[in-house]
């Protein structure tokens, strides 16, 4: 069963910067690719970064939202089955619930998500 898990969201003042984390369990994490959403109160989730899978030659690629690059940046451990979004100069309209996502055949997973709120 694909399980993921998010972590390090909080309040931030502007300017700031958080780490968010994802840990994921049930599946050969170093074969997916990877992704954070994000979604904010009356809003439509909104796509915030892709990472590619682990390959063996060429580099890993990313994929950012037009909001947020620039500032975030995403990476992953295969070792730790861990993704991570580094987020800086974070600004108020960054407020929003930050949910990890990966698709596994025909299943989509999401996890609980976690709530990053930045605010004087």
């Known amino acids: 069963q694909v399980q993921l898990v998010e972590s390090g969201g909080g309040l931030v003042q502007p300017g700031g910067s958080l780490r968010l984390s994802c840990v994921a369990s049930?599946?050969?994490?170093?074969?997916?690719?990877m992704y954070w959403y994000r979604q904010a109160p009356g809003k439509e989730r909104e796509f915030v970064a892709r990472i590619s899978m682990t390959p063996r030659l060429n580099g890993m690629t990313t994929t950012y939202g037009d909001s947020v690059k620039g500032r975030f940046t995403i990476s992953r451990d295969d070792g730790k089955n861990t993704v991570f979004l580094q987020m800086n100069s974070l600004k108020p309209e960054d407020t929003a619930v930050y949910y990890c996502n990966t698709r596994v055949g025909s299943s989509e997973a999401w996890g609980q998500g976690t709530q990053v709120t930045v605010s004087s």
């Open positions: 049930g599946f050969t994490f170093r074969m997916y690719p």
